[in-house]
Nanobody, 114 residues
Framework: QVRLVESGGGLVQAGGSLRLSCTAS????????VAWYRQRLGNRRELVAI???????VYADSVKGRFTISRDNANNTLYLQMNSLKPEDTAIYYC????????WGQGTQVTVSS
């Protein structure tokens, strides 16, 4: 059984930074593709960034150069460093692990004020 628990969301002013964490249990974050998605109000869930089991990273165009996805094997945790935040980054952010089955965390709210 895989469990993903996100933390680190909150309220920040435009231009600020936040770091999201996703602690996994049941599977290792380095053995599977892990990703961050977000869902803005009234929109579908969208991919923000993904890191594959071999370390390849892919970012949505809207966050390239501002967000960085990384993982820590010792703590079995996935991170999303978010810099230069914009009001349009306001969303619920979800952690995802794909083992052949897609597992999701409960989400963490990020609100960026203008």
């Amino acid at each position: 059984q895989v469990r993903l628990v996100e933390s680190g969301g909150g309220l920040v002013q435009a231009g600020g930074s936040l770091r999201l964490s996703c602690t996994a249990s049941g599977r290792h974050v380095t053995d599977n593709a892990v990703a961050w998605y977000r869902q803005r109000l009234g929109n579908r869930r969208e991919l923000v960034a993904i890191i594959t089991s071999v370390g390849i990273t892919v970012y949505a165009d809207s966050v390239k150069g501002r967000f960085t996805i990384s993982r820590d094997n010792a703590n079995n945790t996935l991170y999303l460093q978010m810099n230069s935040l914009k009001p349009e980054d306001t969303a619920i952010y979800y952690c995802n692990m794909d083992t052949g089955y897609s597992y999701w965390g409960q989400g963490t709210q990020v609100t960026v004020s203008s």
